[in-house]
């Protein structure tokens, strides 16, 4: 059973930089890819970034390109979205997923975290 959780939200000014943290354990995850989401009420989850464990491969949405970096620590089994030039519009819950697919569905990510807000204010 894997399991994930997100830590390091919490309410900035814009341009504010802030780093959120997911702690997976559980199943090893040599292959597996990590993905970051957000979601604001009456939204869909939007597709924020994934990585790759093994060869750090990264993709990130139009939307956080060059203001948000995704990164992992294995020895940690933790994965990091460090979110720089933080907007208003980037206000959302953030959850972290793990998936065996590089892709930016939501639908391919079967395990979750719990989520952590993020909320930026102008």
């Known amino acids: 059973q894997v399991q994930l959780v997100e830590s390091g939200g919490g309410l900035v000014q814009a341009g504010a930089s802030l780093r959120l943290s997911c702690a997976q354990s559980?199943?090893?995850?040599?292959?597996?890819?990590m993905g970051w989401f957000r979601q604001t009420p009456g939204k869909e989850r939007e597709f924020v970034s994934c990585i790759t464990w093994g060869s750090g491969n990264t993709y990130y949405s139009d939307s956080v390109k060059g203001r948000f970096a995704i990164s992992t620590n294995n020895a940690k089994n933790t994965v990091y979205l460090q979110m720089n030039s933080l907007k208003p519009e980037d206000t959302a819950v953030y959850y972290c997923a793990a998936s065996d697919r590089f892709t930016p569905l939501a639908t391919a990510y079967g395990y979750w975290g719990q989520g952590t807000q993020v909320t930026v204010s102008s």
């Open positions: 559980g199943r090893t995850f040599s292959k597996n890819v």
